[in-house]
């Protein structure tokens, strides 16, 4: 019971000394309106320019890490972008299919180009998009981040740890391009291809990307016909021959479509491959005319 009375004694007397100070010199006597309004704070933004030691479609900044791109990592981050007008009212995130998520691809692919000095497609590299958390997006963030990776082949397409970073890694010789390749079949159906140099016998080459026009992932995979003709017609440019009805008894073609989810995304970059099926070639066909790729 002391101890209690000797609180309500000092706190009385606190009263009156309160009581009987004025406001100093200067002072309006309000003693909230002088400290400085609270910034409103601001949602999680990833970097740009950095290298990521891990691919994640989905960023949250709890579990947000960069490391040194001279460092072994999985993916290198070249762009951060923002949704704007309707995609950026909305209260949950773009969907694969929707036009926002299409036009930030399109963003990242363009971005991506620059950054390397070439078509990403014509190389051993990926590139992935990612998104704030659902609760990041609840909260304010607008936020798309591109990142580029290196994968181990055309037919595995998983990211692969490298060090040093992309910047210009397609400009002048590099061996990320895809070019040579001795495909392996399980009876008629491709099973892989393998990398081997132009030089060592072969009977596939990459000649390039084509865009496919926009079109659903069925009507894409109905039209294989089409996917064929257009590779066919990189092949001629290629190889330096006729596009005409002797280019069949010259070459067929193999083509590799983005995935299920990229062609959701946007992408629509075809990449296309001339077939040797009945003769080894020992030799790149650029350029080769007629007579390095006969017709027989």
Known sequence: MRRWLGALALAGVATVLLAGCGPARGADGDLVDDWPALRAPKPFTPATDTCLPRVTSVVQASTYETVDCARSHLAESIHVGAFTGPAALTETRPEPGSAALRAARAE?????????????????????????????????????????????????????NRTGSLRGALIGDTPL????????????????MEPVLCTEP?????????????????????????????????????????????????????????????????????RCFLWSDDRKLTRSMRGAGPEGLPAI
């Open 108 to 160: 990242c692919d363009q971005r991506a180009r620059e950054v390397l000095g070439g078509d990403w497609h014509t190389a051993r590299l990926t590139l992935s998009l990612s998104l704030p958390s659902a609760p990041a997006w609840s909260g304010g963030a607008r936020w798309f981040r591109c990142d580029l990776s290196e994968t181990g082949s055309i037919d595995n397409t998983r990211p692969v």
């Open 177 to 192: 391009t895809h070019r040579c390749f001795d495909p392996k079949l399980i009876g008629d159906n491709l099973n892989y």
């Open 202 to 270: 072969h009977r596939a080459e990459f000649v390039g990307v084509y865009m496919e026009r926009d079109m659903s992932w069925a009507e894409f995979t109905r039209s294989g016909e089409q996917a064929h003709r257009r590779c066919m017609a990189l092949i001629a440019a290629y190889a330096a021959v006729p596009n005409n009805s002797d280019l069949p008894y010259r070459a067929g073609s193999i083509y590799y479509p983005p995935s299920h989810r990229e062609w959701e995304e946007g992408d629509r970059g075809v």
